[in-house]
């Protein structure tokens, strides 16, 4: 008999509820297994359209998330200096009067005075709306210091990048290459596909300095030098463009490869494109012997050599600029191998393979298809070589450019949205022509008027830049000025130093979600603790005079707050997956979904997004309030199902009408949440099969896209290998159109905007001595962790209490370290103590760490001593958010030029041996954080289980 204890088959709970995991961003389908109303287990649900019942180790410990010792529980009121954790609980009726009377009075004079910043949530589509309404342009999320690179560089070539724009297509994939990923973009999706391709006899070749995570499975890797990815991938161009495999027929359809440049003249039109009267751009059909629009059926445009036009002028088309830039010497194999520590026989062995696979493996779907300019097409040709990237490549100075060169590559093989490439995921691809450009125009922000747009968006000349007549920024951080004008996410990573230095003005409120900026996502975290707790002397006021935050745990950031709103967890309120958000679709079916409480909460804590809606109707925004000032909506459950951003279309896409008849478009439901919880929490619509690949040119999936309220007319695009924007830009620099930039950025702008894609050095590898400095320190991001959560997580902290620096082994032997060692790593900026661990994967001349499992003493519950805290660090200590001064004293901000992405990946240092009587902890160690009210004194063993085995325990 089996002991019952253990018996199998036996219900763990009485009730199950279909939710969406947060434990990580991927947004996987969960049931929670409920006995008695409390969580007792976490399963993956087999239906949802993004892990199929798959769950992974953060997202089963969720659990302890849940019911973590770190919960906040009351709001907070800050009692005594910042830093110290002196609050007294307040009742949210007061925190929220605070709130108010804190911020209308900004709204009245001068919106811009609030900055509202918010870390990884998922609810970017409200908070965006209701920095909108409130008047502000200082809005942004975290991307700016994520990989807003990988997501812009992606937009400007193709119209989407990867992760939430697209995916491989996995089960026709022979091919995979990786590049730089952090193992949680994209998690389970990523584990998932690669098993599937590898079953199918694919295989993969991860481009990473780390061999860890996905690279450790692949079947080839190339530990490449941080960095040079641009100039490996420019050099594998150069092969595929030498042995002339490349896909012309796919580059003469599907992108701008004829399109007609203007040379050099000396006027603002150089290397802009040639248009016609109605602004199209033009080719030159070498059938008819003329020039014709671009949205013409031209089967043979001219590719190569130069064309007069009839002003006398010469222009030349696309590709052929393309390949006199790739075919020099400098972008050969054996000019980059050095740089990039790849020799030229595995760049030239790389780029064979590529070729091999996508030309010689070809695979067709017998599928007819009508392109956008009418023509049909017997099937659809897929070259079956995908690519992943994300932050790897992304986070440093030549981030962007380095993006783009990607998805070049990915072009040039004709292997974009193709059977067996890479594929867009709806509502993607959306040309950067489609999307908004950013609002905030000096004039335009308002005493009590909402801003004309959206805060974030992407500006398609120096005419969209957020400057004013002086070229001064509009907003706090400084996007859209001349510092980074193509900064599509903000740049979290400045706010707080440029309000602490009052530039280039003064803000009163920060209002931060989520955002943890007193620790690991701030540079220079030291710096920025000082900037939170420094005052004015003339005022004895602090310099950035209030605090808001909001967060469900005490983090280090609760303690710099002066305000704080207690937020739930993430299985006690509603959410929104939303299509106008970061969606969850597939490649060949659009899906959006919804979290819902699936337990009630037993603190004093509201979710975050109601709390939202509730201070927008409080301020009277208009859009969170009626007609006759009433609150337009009870919580953000009801925005969920009734707020409509034009006629029609709402958060969610599912069962829309009165009926919950209609997709995509429909009048708002009310039983919407209902039909959503009976499916499971997810909405899936397949797309209709002859629109599922080329959707950038398939006159059926634009059909489908305007009939899902994508758009409100159809948007083909045309892949920009050049791009005219970044030209803009150039011809800006070159003092040939206005506005201008400062003469002190010329330069700079001149060679971050190069119309094809370049490579340059990081500016930090440009500026620090190399005998000094002579290794690259990273972050890699666990698989068993996500941000700053994991690692208060009772189950998850056992898999990483702390984060030894991996040191390669030629520098271990050079420097007599071994495993366990403490050592001092020195950047320009900074010095930190920590345990070393010996390692042969990796770049020889890159040491790496896990991110943010280091934590200041006494924050997130943990006990003063814990591993966390003594053993484990922040590579943050060693990254300043501005660069060493350049020759004349300026000091730029470390990050990348065209999108201000921070630049965490350019860090350069040099290790020592700790001396063997120094304290064995981690230095710096700032002197421990108090618990708020409210959070007790973690049991000595956070157990789980106790509650149902004698009813008393913690559960
Ligand atoms: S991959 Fe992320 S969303 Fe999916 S189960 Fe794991 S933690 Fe949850």
Request: glycine fraction near 10%; charge should be negative.
């Amino acid at each position: 008999m089996p002991d019952p204890q253990i018996a199998l088959n036996q219900p763990v709970g009485d009730e199950i509820k279909q939710t969406t995991c947060y434990m990580c961003a991927c947004r996987c389908g969960i049931n929670v297994h409920l006995k008695g109303g409390k969580v007792r287990y976490i399963e993956g649900n087999r239906d949802h359209p993004v892990n199929k019942g798959v769950l992974c180790a953060k997202g089963s410990a969720g659990i302890m998330q849940h019911y973590s010792p770190a919960r906040l529980t009351k709001p907070l009121l800050r009692v005594g200096p910042r830093g110290k954790g002196e609050f007294k609980e307040i009742s949210w009726e007061e925190a929220l009067q605070t709130a108010v009377d804190w911020m209308a009075p900004l709204r009245k004079s001068d919106p811009k005075k609030l900055a509202f910043f918010t870390g990884r949530d998922q609810s970017q589509a409200l908070t965006g709306y209701w920095a909108q309404m409130f008047g502000t342009p200082n809005f942004a999320a975290h991307g700016g210091f994520c990989s807003v690179n990988m997501a812009a560089g992606g937009i400007y070539t193709m119209g989407g990048s990867f992760w939430e724009f697209g995916q491989p297509d996995w089960e026709r994939s022979k091919l995979f290459v990786i590049f730089g990923v952090a193992e949680d973009h994209d998690s389970n999706p990523i584990k998932m596909g690669m098993s599937v391709l590898k079953k199918n006899g694919g295989r993969v070749i991860s481009v990473n300095p780390v061999r860890t995570g996905y690279s450790a499975i692949a079947d080839d890797w190339i530990g490449i030098r941080p960095g040079t990815d641009g100039l490996l991938i420019l050099a594998v161009i150069h092969e595929l463009l030498r042995t002339r495999k490349i896909d012309l027929d796919y580059l003469v359809r599907y992108t701008n490869a004829g399109w007609l440049v203007h040379d050099e003249a000396g006027d603002g039109l150089d290397g802009l494109f040639v248009r016609d009267e109605a602004g199209e751009a033009q080719l030159f059909d070498m059938d008819a012997g003329k020039l014709v629009p671009q949205t013409a059926i031209c089967k043979r445009p001219q590719l190569t050599g130069s064309v007069t036009l009839e002003n006398g002028r010469t222009a030349t088309p696309v590709l052929d600029l393309l390949a006199r830039k790739y075919l020099t010497d400098e972008h050969a194999p054996e000019a980059v191998a050095e740089q990039t520590g790849v020799s030229a026989e595995t760049i030239r062995g790389l780029a064979a393979e590529l070729a091999r696979v996508a030309f010689e493996e070809e695979i067709a779907i017998e599928q007819p298809w009508t392109d956008w300019k009418g023509e049909r097409h017997e099937r659809f040709i897929g070259r079956p070589v995908s690519m992943h990237a994300m932050r790897g490549i992304s986070a440093h100075s030549n981030g962007f450019q380095t993006c783009r060169a990607l998805h070049l590559l990915q072009i040039l093989l004709g292997s974009i949205e193709c059977p067996g490439g890479f594929r867009f995921k709806p509502p993607y691809p959306k040309p950067a022509t489609a999307h908004p450009k950013p609002a905030g125009k000096p004039g335009t922000v308002k005493p009590e008027t909402p801003l004309g747009g959206a805060p974030l968006g992407y500006p398609q000349g120096p005419e969209d830049l957020l400057i004013d007549g002086e070229g001064n920024p509009v907003r706090i951080d400084k996007a859209y000025s001349w510092e980074a004008p193509l900064s599509a996410h903000g740049l979290m990573h400045m706010v707080i130093s440029n309000a602490h230095a009052g530039d280039p003005y003064k803000i009163d409120t920060l209002f931060m979600y989520m955002a943890n900026m007193a620790w690991n996502s701030s540079m220079n975290t030291m710096g920025v603790i000082g900037m939170l707790e420094d005052k004015d002397p003339e005022t004895g006021e602090y310099k950035i005079p209030r605090i808001i935050y909001s967060d469900a745990y005490a983090s280090e950031m609760v303690s710099y707050a002066d305000l704080v709103l207690p937020d739930t967890t993430y299985l006690e309120r509603h959410d929104c997956i939303s299509l106008l958000d970061r969606p969850i679709c597939e490649a060949d079916a659009v899906a959006d979904a919804i979290r819902h409480p699936v337990t009630e909460p037993d603190r004093d804590v509201r979710p975050f997004q109601t709390v939202l809606i509730d201070l927008g109707a409080r301020l009277g925004l208009p859009g969170f309030v009626n007609e006759d000032g009433s609150a337009k909506y009870a919580d953000y459950a009801d925005y969920m199902v009734n707020h409509e951003r034009k006629p029609g279309i709402g958060p969610l896409a599912g069962w829309r009408g009165e009926d919950g008849d209609s997709s995509g478009r429909g009048a708002p439901n009310p039983d919407q949440l209902d039909r959503y919880i009976a499916n499971g929490g997810f909405w899936h619509r397949e797309i209709p099969e002859e629109a599922q690949f080329f959707k950038h040119a398939n006159a059926a999936y634009q059909e489908f896209a305007v009939k899902m309220g994508f758009f409100d007319a159809p948007q083909p695009s045309v892949f920009q290998l050049y791009s005219e924007v970044l030209q803009k830009f150039r011809n800006a620099a070159d003092g040939k159109t206005e506005p201008r930039p400062p003469e002190h950025l010329a330069d700079r702008v001149r060679t971050a905007f190069d119309p094809l894609p370049s490579w340059y050095q990081p500016f930090e590898e440009s500026l620090v001595d190399a005998d000094e400095f002579p290794l690259h320190a990273l972050t890699q991001r666990p698989m068993a962790m996500y941000h700053s959560w994991g690692s208060q997580n009772a189950w998850l902290r056992q898999i990483h209490g702390h984060n030894p620096l991996y040191v390669p082994a030629p520098v271990c032997d050079d420097l007599g370290i071994e495993t366990g060692d403490w050592v001092w790593v020195t950047s320009p900026h900074g010095r930190i103590r920590v345990i070393a661990r010996r390692m042969e994967g990796v770049n020889a001349k890159t040491a790496w760490t896990w991110n943010a499992i280091g934590k200041r003493a006494g924050a997130w519950a943990l006990e003063e001593d814990a591993p966390e805290a003594r053993k484990g660090f922040l590579l943050n200590h060693l990254i300043h958010e501005l660069l060493p001064p350049r020759g004349d004293g300026r000091r730029w901000a470390n990050s990348d030029p065209v999108t201000g992405q921070a630049a965490w990946f350019d860090l350069r240092v040099r290790i020592e041996k700790a001396g063997a009587d120094e304290d064995h902890v981690t230095a710096p160690a700032p002197p421990p954080l108090k618990r708020p009210p409210g959070v007790e004194k973690a049991p000595e063993t956070v157990a789980y289980g106790e509650f149902w085995k004698n009813g008393s325990g913690r559960s």
